[in-house]
């Protein structure tokens, strides 16, 4: 698990992820992620159930091609290409990151990217 004082290099470990291009199948909801979200997600911040919420509630958005995830320490928001927000949604655990600070990440067709593997 992320400290709060190992947060600034997390974020650094993050922006400087370097993927191969390799793609995960999340079974269900069936999405994809790439490697560079496995890493952040499962292997950082060790919230791996924090890539089904996140695409059962993509799935019920109105717009769904592109779609930014914003994830802050209490809550996701959801926002569709032009930055309106679409959906926030309250977080059953919290996220070790800084109250302020958040994580970006994007969902494209049935993609879920880390912003620097775009």
Known sequence: MVEYGKETEVRKKIEQ??????????????????????YA????FRRQGLLSDIAREIFHLPENNF???????SHVEFSN?????????????????????SLCLYWIGRTLLLPTEY
């Open 17 to 38: 992820f370097q993927s191969t291009g390799a793609l995960y199948r999340h079974p269900f909801p069936e999405f994809y992620y790439t490697e560079g979200v496995k």
């Open 41 to 44: 997600l499962k292997e950082l």
């Open 67 to 73: 779609v930014l995830i914003k994830i802050c320490a």
């Open 81 to 101: 290409r032009n930055g309106n927000v679409l959906q926030v949604k309250e977080t059953k655990n919290s996220i070790p990151l800084i109250p302020g600070t």
